[in-house]
Each structure stands twice: as C-alpha cells, then as structure tokens.
C-alpha cells in the first residue's frame, strides 16, 4: 500500500537563542547553502586520488520575513544591540525544526550578515535576513506519516 504524507509549512519551528521566529513570507521560507563540500578530490600526477575531508561545515542561511512580522522588531534589535555593545550580543544560536518531520538545522553561533533591503509599496514585501552560521549541524529529513 502507498504511504501518504504530509507537509505543513507552519509546523517549521524558527528560534534565535530560544526566541520563536515567525511571519514568513509567502513562498520559499528559508535557505540554507554551505561554504564548502563535504569532501574535495585531490588528484596526483600520477592519477592516484585522495578524497580529502573538508572541515568547513559552515553555512549562510536566509531568513524570508513579511514586512508585516513582529520578528524583524527581534532581528533589528539583535542586530543594533550588537552595534553598539560588546560582539558577543550580537551572536545566537539559530535552529530550524520541522515538526511535521525530521529535518533539523542548529548553529550555536549565527550572526546576521546584513540588514534586509527596506523598501515600501503597496503590498507586503519580503525582508530577507540573511546569517552567517558556524558550528553546524544539520539533518536533512523527510515527513512522516
């Protein structure tokens, strides 16, 4: 018998240092791209290859808010807060958790790269926050049933 699944956009759970993120735009939620390969070929002259372990697990990963969400309020505070005291307080810990399945994302040091483009109009736009994160780990899971 075929299995049937299920995916619910608003069973992704989105924290920075344990505050809830929300207000996603419609469409694409978040990103998540890596720096790095996982593993890189080094080949000699004699044609012998070495599979090389790349260490890099860091990742950039964006944010895609409603103009409309009370979230960007957090991020723009978080941000200047980090401006204008010590570094440190401008560092979360970002984890995305898919409720509806397995997949799970955590950086225990994320920061935002740059401020979103602001731009007003006649509808809601998309603010894309976009954050650097180190200290990967990551699951890339399916639904269940």
Same mark, same amino acid.
């Given at each position: ?8 956009? &608003? /069973?992704?759970?989105?924290?920075? *240092?344990?505050?809830?993120?929300? +207000? ?7 990103? =998540? !791209? ?34 409309? &969400? /009370?979230?960007?309020?957090?991020? *723009?505070?978080?941000?200047?807060? +980090? ?7 401008? =560092? !979360? ?41 180190? *200290?990967?780990?990551?699951?890339? +899971?399916?639904?269940?049933?």
């Amino acid at each position: 018998m075929a299995s049937q699944f299920f995916y619910d956009p &608003s /069973r992704i759970v989105v924290t920075g *240092s344990g505050v809830p993120i929300s +207000g996603f735009q419609d469409g694409e939620l978040i990103s =998540i !791209v890596y720096e790095a390969n996982l593993y890189d070929a080094y080949v000699g002259a004699d044609g012998d290859t070495t599979r090389v372990r790349v260490l890099n697990q860091n990742a950039k990963s964006t944010l895609k808010l409603a103009s409309s &969400s /009370r979230s960007n309020d957090v991020l *723009s505070a978080i941000v200047n807060l +980090g401006l204008t005291q010590s570094g440190a307080s401008y =560092i !979360v810990a970002l984890m995305f958790n898919d409720l509806q399945g397995t997949t799970l994302f955590y950086s225990a040091k994320a920061w935002v790269e740059k401020i979103p483009d602001t731009g007003f109009d006649k509808s809601v736009k998309a603010y894309e926050w976009p954050f650097y994160c180190t *200290s990967v780990k990551h699951f890339v +899971g399916g639904s269940i049933e």
